[in-house]
Every structure is written in structure tokens, then in C-alpha cells.
């Protein structure tokens, strides 16, 4: 069975950092897209970063460039997102995601209604 389970998230001042993780089991990377996405208070669920490990693709939403990081630990069947320069807009529920690459390699796989299996979420909080 495939098992997302995200840690990580706290509260932080604007500016501060926070590293989120999410312990994966039940499938190997390189055959999914796995992604971060959030949900902010009173919006809709926003995908953040994605990840296609078997051809080294990122994505980043354009809020997050150059301030969040998203890696993958094979070792440790683990996704990260590293969050830096965080903004008090940083808060809400942070969710981790995969999507079977049913047909092939393609950033469509990143999208929020593909996404076949989610964690739980875990909360970050940006205070001003």
C-alpha cells in the first residue's frame, strides 16, 4: 500500500526556515511524480513543488522560486522540501503527493488532479 506520512512543520518567523519531510513506502520514485502542494486558509489546495526522479525534472510554482528547494531521498524513501525566506503567505497545511507515470514522463503528472496519493498534511506557520 502506498503510504505518505509528511513531518516537519511548525511555526517560524518571516524569514526563517523550515525543512519539511515525507516518509514514503509502497512505491519506488522513479515511477511517480512527487509533489508538494498547500492549502492556505480560506484557498484552494495550490501545488507548490513536484519532482519527476526518474528524469531529474523540478518545478517550481512561481511564488516558491529561488526561496523552496524539493529533493528526494532514495536512501531513505523520503521527499524534503526545503523552505527558506519564508513569507507569512508561506502559511498553510503542506501536503506531500504522488502520480503514477501511467503513460510517460510529463510535467502533467504534477498537476493536482492527477495526483493519486496523499499524505496527511503538516502545518506551517509564518508569523510577521
Known amino acids: 500500500e502506498v503510504q505518505l506520512v509528511e513531518s516537519g512543520g511548525g511555526l517560524v518567523q518571516a524569514g526563517g526556515s523550515l525543512k519539511l519531510s515525507c516518509a514514503a513506502s509502497g512505491f519506488t520514485f522513479d515511477d511517480y511524480a512527487i509533489g508538494w502542494f498547500r492549502r492556505a486558509p480560506g484557498k484552494e489546495r495550490e501545488g507548490v513543488a513536484c519532482?519527476?526522479?526518474?528524469?531529474?525534472?523540478?518545478y517550481y510554482t512561481d511564488s516558491v522560486k529561488g526561496r523552496f528547494t524539493i529533493s528526494n531521498d532514495n536512501a531513505n524513501n523520503t521527499l524534503h522540501l526545503e523552505m527558506n525566506s519564508l513569507k507569512p503567505e508561506d502559511t498553510a497545511v503542506y501536503y506531500c503527493?504522488?502520480?503514477?507515470?501511467?503513460?510517460?514522463?510529463?510535467?502533467?503528472?504534477?498537476?493536482?488532479?492527477?495526483?493519486?496519493?496523499w499524505g496527511k498534511g503538516t502545518l506551517v506557520t509564518v508569523s510577521s
Open positions: 519532482k519527476i526522479s526518474s528524469v531529474g525534472n523540478v
Open positions: 503527493a504522488a502520480a503514477r507515470l501511467t503513460y510517460g514522463v510529463s510535467s502533467y503528472y504534477c498537476h493536482y488532479g492527477v495526483m493519486n496519493y
